[in-house]
């Protein structure tokens, strides 16, 4: 970082420098003239002059190039100005605040569990499993029997009412829901087998796999969903922004 604000400094100043230059030879040059004319103009040569369309004020040529003079000099003063900020940020201390993440640490957020659920993590549960955990970690919003409550909406369809879990296309998506977001107010504290369990537990009570059915990561991506055909893949050359199709079949 260091090396690269330093090379930065250098190119600026070189730019700086090259773009002085005619500054610099006009006022060499104008310090090479006589004393006399580097005087302020009297004010008889700054008086009005004839001009063959009207009066017009001319400007001796001495005011210019005063006026030239105090502009670069000026602009000399933000140039170091400049430079000298520059220059001590290349110098400015690191404060070692921070580290760059482990490949270990990062592993920690990338959760997201896709369709295939090849990145479902070992481990293994069934309904049984779940439904006592169930009972502890998650009834008291979505109720004994999953049938909802105010705080959590119903999880396991009855008295026709729909659970949205089962319009779900893929059972990875109810895995990754509860590893990521659930209990509320203590997500992430469930083991990979007390998700299974609990997955097991709802898609089993919901009808999707028999109680006895132990679910892994080989056996989740495979849950028929019910809802599932009523769902269209995009087409291979699908990209994001690119309009969802719509009615296909
Ligand atoms: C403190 C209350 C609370 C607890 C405890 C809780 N949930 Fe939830 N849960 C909610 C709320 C609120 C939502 C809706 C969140 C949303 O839509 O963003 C929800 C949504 C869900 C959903 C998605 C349902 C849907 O219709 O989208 C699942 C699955 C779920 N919870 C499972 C669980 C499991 C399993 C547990 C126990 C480990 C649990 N929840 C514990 C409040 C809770």
Not at 33 to 43: C, D, G, I
Not at 126 to 142: E, N, P, S, Y
Not at 186 to 209: D, Q, R, W
Not at 230 to 240: C, E, G, L, V, Y
């Amino acid at each position: 970082m260091r090396f690269l604000v330093r090379g930065c400094c250098e190119t600026f100043r070189s730019a700086v420098r090259a773009w002085l230059q005619p500054c610099r030879e006009r006022a060499e040059k104008r310090r090479a003239l006589a004393p006399e004319v580097r005087r302020w103009p009297s004010a008889a040569e700054a008086a009005v002059s004839e001009a063959p369309f009207g009066t017009v004020k001319t400007v001796p040529l001495q005011h210019l190039q005063t006026g030239f003079a105090i502009a670069c000099n000026l602009l000399l003063l933000v140039a170091a100005a400049l430079i000298a900020s520059a220059t001590a940020l290349a110098q400015a201390p690191t404060f070692d605040l921070g580290k760059t993440a482990t490949p270990e640490e990062l592993q920690k957020w990338d959760i997201a569990i896709g369709p295939s659920g090849k990145e479902l993590p070992p481990g293994s549960g069934t309904a049984k499993d779940g439904a006592d955990l169930f009972a502890k970690k998650c009834a008291v919003c979505h109720g004994k029997a999953g049938e909802g409550t105010q705080l959590g909406p119903l999880l396991v369809a009855t008295n026709g009412k729909r659970s949205t879990i089962m319009g779900w296309p893929f059972a990875t998506i109810i895995w990754d829901f509860i590893n990521r977001a659930m209990p509320i107010n203590a997500e992430g504290t469930l083991s990979a087998n007390e998700v299974y369990g609990l997955t097991a537990f709802l898609l089993a009570k919901n009808g999707a796999i028999q109680e006895s059915d132990v679910l892994d990561s080989k056996a989740v991506p495979k849950v028929a969903m019910p809802n599932f055909k009523r769902f269209t893949a995009p087409p291979t050359d699908w990209k994001p922004w690119m309009p969802r199709p719509l009615g296909a079949k």
